[in-house]
């Protein structure tokens, strides 16, 4: 059975000091945790979190990766970049980039190609709104979303982990309850096997909301094999909880 995947998204949170005392204390209690354990950090304590993490279990994420090689993109960073620092993973299309920063299905898809070109795991983030659930549209979007990054990236499209985070879900404590989120999940395994003998290798995430109350149900669904978790990834005792479960 693969392992699972626990992914902590600290998005625009953090400071040397709070990162500091937040990694040690998940250090102190993280033991040989038997799934895999990253940690999505802002670029400009990837060096910090490098330096706290190095030599245990817990790697270390960017989340967001250029979707150029190099050049004059001001504001961007590449992947060669995070890797000088020990990334591992790198989030793409999170709902927050798609709707803040006009992120497009081929912009998403273009950065897991450059993540893959790297040697970094692109996290690829798809979702719906609550919108577009309740118009029917859930399994619609999530396939275009998958489908244009399976598209751009062919047989290598087995390297990638994908996160299903509903946006209703997100920030919100609304959770996807285990069953409805199985169903995504259940979709984005068939479009996968479609596109790729090894399909099954692949970690499908599931994020939105996800707690120490709930993660245990959700994470015993046959096709959630991980979790994206946003703040219960900034309090050390939830997110070793959540890291317990997935055991
Ligand atoms: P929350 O766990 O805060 O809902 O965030 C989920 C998320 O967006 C992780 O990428």
């Not at 102190?28 to 950090?41: D, E, I, L």
């Not at 982990?161 to 979709?187: D, F, L, N, R």
């Not at 993660?215 to 015993?220: H, I, N, P, V």
């Amino acid at each position: 059975m693969k392992k699972k995947l626990i992914a902590g998204n600290w998005k625009m949170n953090g400071s040397l000091a709070t990162n500091e005392s937040l990694l040690r204390a998940m250090l102190a209690g993280v033991g040989q945790a038997t799934c895999r354990v990253a940690v999505a950090v802002p670029s400009v304590y990837l060096a910090q979190c490098q330096a706290l993490l190095a030599g245990s279990v817990m790697e270390l994420a960017a989340q967001d990766i250029a979707a150029h090689e190099a050049g004059a993109y001001t504001g961007e960073i590449a992947g060669s970049m995070l890797r000088e620092f020990g990334v591992r993973y790198a989030i793409v299309g999170h709902s927050e980039r798609r709707q803040y920063h006009g992120e497009s299905d081929e912009t998403v898809a273009a950065k897991a190609q450059r993540a893959l070109g790297c040697g970094i795991t692109p996290i690829v983030c798809v979702g719906e709104t609550l919108a577009e659930r309740e118009a029917g549209k859930t399994v619609e979007v999530v396939k275009r979303q998958l489908a244009a990054v399976i598209h751009a990236n062919g047989h290598c499209v087995s390297e990638i982990v994908v996160a299903y985070e509903p946006v209703w879900a997100i920030g919100t404590g609304k959770t996807a309850s285990p069953e409805q989120a199985q169903q995504v999940h259940a979709v984005l395994r068939a479009q996968l096997r479609a596109a790729s003998a090894n399909a099954d290798r692949i970690a499908l995430l599931y994020g939105g909301s996800m707690n120490p109350g709930n993660a245990k149900a959700l994470l015993s669904q046959p096709d959630i094999d991980g979790g994206l978790i946003g703040g219960a990834a900034l309090k050390a005792a939830d997110f070793l909880t959540i890291i317990a479960a997935a055991a």
